[in-house]
């Protein structure tokens, strides 16, 4: 159960990340300090840290976003804005692949389970 659990969470976070990503693919530190476009990001990012928060798993990923949980983000980094666009800029990508990896491994070893579970 923890595992599709895991896989659930885990799924809402890449979505999260790909929201953030088409929302603001060509974004400047200006724009981010518009309301109307830093508030859609405060609520991926929001999302972020209470969906990490709830993977059983334990990864270096979930817990940079697990600490995307609200008050902490709307008080932290996210008053940073040139911070935050670094972020974006920067380490979105990365714990991106990071995600899609974990999602990866946990399908491949659903699969094989399943798979040796037919031969025996």
Do not use: W
């Amino acid at each position: 159960m923890k595992r599709r659990t895991d896989q659930i969470h885990l799924k809402n976070i890449l979505t999260c990340i790909e929201d953030i990503e088409d929302y603001c693919p060509d974004i400047t530190p200006q724009e981010l300090k518009e309301e109307d476009v830093i508030m859609p990001i405060y609520r991926n990012f929001a999302i972020l840290g209470i969906e990490a928060n709830l993977v059983y798993a334990s990864h270096t990923a979930l817990t940079t976003l697990k600490s995307f949980k609200k008050a902490d983000f709307i008080e932290g980094i996210g008053l940073d804005v040139y911070a935050l666009y670094n972020f974006i800029v920067n380490d979105l990508g990365h714990l991106k692949a990071e995600v899609v990896d974990l999602i990866s491994a946990r399908e491949k070893s659903k699969l094989t389970s399943e798979l040796s579970r037919m031969s025996a």
